[in-house]
């Protein structure tokens, strides 16, 4: 099985350097670009028409007991469940009129249209690891939010039926503070491990930042680039941002989600196709006989729940 690569990782040896350039400024755009791993394991299939990936996921784990002398373990095993993914492309184009080149405007004009396409990119998918779901748009993948719901990792703050946790004003904060640690980690020690990051949006993670001072559990990391990274008791916390102008992690009068997240090649990662480009790139080519020419940058990938309790989300909290 090929081992998970980082976009730093796959950035290593390319020789487009537009591509290099590419990868490059997505991982420094997020912590999440920075830690996800991408298999390169997805196989053509149907003569061409794209490409798909079968996995087993770990429903169940199996157990261990004492046993008397002479007396014998009750058998067990670990349950799997076959799944399979189907890679998909995101990405866009862009067209910048040939009589710019002429001008001296089209070095300006490329490289802004590549920097907001390639933030676009990153927006895109952020919004499709939370929000992607197969049976509502067929061109996406299932993300975080149709992965676990109505699994065990799936928790209401307040309780089945309840009324959420709030945390929607500053005295809010600082009076629920410690009960909010309580459930928070009550949350986390349902996980089969420890998870390297707890992803929401931005009004979800200052209240936790607030919380964690409060109570004395924040901490720092360090990301690739040097730079600190907030986390609570070591646990990254990474605000997933806006796509389309409205937060990934989504509002819903008042509340809103928490997502706990483990990378690995036996939690959560990625996938890209096998023996294929992840990320692909074309440059306008103004020597094209064309009135406009094209830009294009496209990211080949889809995500993968390789242990059903590696991940959860925490639901009802109230931030507004």
């Not at 039926?161 to 909010?180: C, P, R």
């Given at each position: 099985m090929p081992a998970l690569l980082t976009l730093a990782d796959v950035k290593v040896g390319l020789v487009d350097d537009l591509q290099a350039t590419v990868i490059d400024e997505l991982v420094k755009s997020t912590y999440l670009f920075e830690k996800i791993g991408f298999e390169p394991v997805a196989s053509l299939v149907g003569g061409g028409a794209g490409w798909s990936y079968a996995y087993n996921k770990v429903k169940e784990e199996s157990t261990s007991e004492f046993r008397d002398i002479n007396g014998k373990y009750t058998d067990s095993v670990a349950l799997t469940e076959?799944?399979?993914?189907?890679?998909?492309?995101?990405?866009?184009?862009?067209?910048?009129?040939?009589?710019?080149?002429?001008?001296?405007?089209?070095?300006?004009?490329?490289?802004?249209?590549?920097?907001?396409?390639?933030?676009?990119?990153?927006?895109?998918?952020?919004?499709?690891?939370?929000?992607?779901?197969?049976?509502?748009?067929?061109?996406?993948?299932?993300?975080?939010?149709?992965?676990?719901?109505?699994?065990?990792?799936?928790?209401?703050?307040?309780?089945?039926?309840?009324?959420?946790?709030?945390?929607?004003?500053?005295?809010?904060?600082?009076?629920?503070?410690?009960?909010?640690?309580?459930?928070?980690?009550?949350?986390?020690?349902?996980?089969?491990?420890?998870?390297?990051?707890?992803?929401?949006?931005?009004?979800?993670?200052?209240?936790?930042?607030?919380?964690?001072?409060?109570?004395g559990t924040n901490t720092e990391t360090k990301d690739d680039f040097g730079r600190s990274i907030d986390a609570y008791d070591g646990i990254a916390l990474i605000d997933l941002g806006e796509y389309k102008g409205a937060p990934v992690v989504a509002i819903n009068a008042g509340k809103t989600s928490l997502y706990a997240v483990k990378f690995g090649a036996q939690a959560f990662h990625a996938i890209s196709p096998a023996g294929a480009s992840l990320v692909d790139t074309i440059a306008p080519d103004f020597t094209q006989a064309s009135e406009q020419v094209r830009g294009l940058i496209e990211l080949r990938a889809a995500v993968v729940l390789k242990h059903s309790k590696s991940c959860g989300v925490l639901r009802s909290i109230k931030v507004q």
């Open positions: 076959r799944k399979n993914v189907d890679l998909k492309i995101l990405g866009g184009s862009f067209s910048i009129d040939r009589a710019l080149r002429d001008t001296g405007g089209a070095p300006e004009q490329v490289a802004f249209q590549l920097a907001q396409k390639i933030k676009a990119v990153k927006a895109g998918f952020c919004n499709a690891i939370v929000n992607g779901a197969v049976i509502t748009n067929s061109k996406q993948f299932d993300g975080l939010d149709a992965l676990l719901t109505g699994s065990s990792t799936e928790i209401v703050a307040g309780g089945t039926g309840g009324t959420g946790f709030d945390l929607s004003t500053f005295t809010k904060v600082k009076d629920n503070a410690a009960e909010f640690v309580a459930v928070l980690d009550d949350f986390l020690s349902i996980l089969v491990e420890k998870p390297d990051a707890l992803m929401g949006n931005s009004k979800m993670i200052n209240k936790i930042k607030a919380i964690a001072k409060i109570v």
